[in-house]
T-cell receptor
Framework: GAVVSQHPSRVICKSGTSVKIECRSLDFQATTMFWYRQFPKQSLMLMATSNEGSKATYEQGVEKDKFLINHASLTLSTLTVTSAHPEDSSFYIC????????????FGPGTRLLVL | AQKITQTQPGMFVQEKEAVTLDCTYDTSDPSYGLFWYKQPSSGEMIFLIYQGSYDQQNATEGRYSLNFQKARKSANLVISASQLGDSAMYFCAMREGIQGAQKLVFGQGTRLTINP
């Protein structure tokens, strides 16, 4: 139980294109999910909190118009990187809290984005 | 101010030895949770262990135990009988507040290398 999936696992795109990343909770419902970004040899930095049925909450310094988040259902949140540039190349990873596992947050396997 | 501090960028340990990874935290919230995650080279974040601020006993999960020193605000991870497969990045994280649907703040991480 408590599995979070992400798709795609790896994506290469041209500068200026948009990329959508999906995060799904497979066997539980998640009214809240979190999106993190991790640059090489660095820690995870929270980008935004995705809320089912309402707008996402973005961390300071994260452009909401560039990183569009949609929490369409209790099991799906999507992150769209719009007009991607090489500096957006990073490892994007989502997480969801699991109530029946106490206070634990489980992470998806992550998406490696490379913008050429 | 840094909320989670991991002072060991890298650790090298002989196989079968025990290893302690340090983590200190800073919060004024009386309710918080502390987590340890393992991140192998694949990038996935693997949940290891959780300690709640009100938990009376130190958390244990198999070979993992958390040395929770509340007065010192430290939450060190102890891995007993280390194995080659334990080589990875290890992150300490904190959630402020009781509910699981609160964001995590991560430390800088410690790269653990187990030598045969």
């Amino acid at each position: 139980g408590a599995v979070v999936s992400q798709h795609p696992s790896r994506v290469i795109c041209k500068s200026g294109t948009s990329v959508k990343i999906e995060c799904r909770s497979l066997d539980f419902q998640a009214t809240t999910m979190f999106w993190y970004r991790q640059f090489p040899k660095q820690s995870l930095m929270l980008m935004a909190t995705s809320n089912e049925g309402s707008k996402a909450t973005y961390e300071q310094g994260v452009e909401k118009d560039k990183f569009l988040i949609n929490h369409a259902s209790l099991t799906l949140s999507t992150l769209t990187v719009t007009s991607a540039h090489p500096e957006d190349s990073s490892f994007y990873i989502c997480s969801a809290p699991v109530v029946f596992k106490g206070e634990t947050q489980y992470f998806g396997p992550g998406t490696r984005l490379l913008v050429l | 101010a840094q909320k989670i501090t991991q002072t060991q960028p890298g650790m090298f340990v002989q196989e079968k030895e025990a290893v302690t990874l340090d983590c200190t935290y800073d919060t004024s919230d009386p309710s918080y949770g502390l987590f340890w995650y393992k991140q192998p080279s694949s990038g996935e974040m693997i949940f290891l262990i959780y300690q709640g601020s009100y938990d009376q006993q130190n958390a244990t999960e198999g070979r993992y135990s958390l040395n929770f020193q509340k007065a010192r605000k430290s939450a060190n991870l102890v891995i007993s009988a280390s194995q080659l497969g334990d080589s990875a990045m290890y992150f300490c994280a904190m959630r402020e507040g009781i509910q699981g649907a609160q964001k995590l703040v991560f430390g800088q991480g410690t790269r653990l290398t187990i030598n045969p």
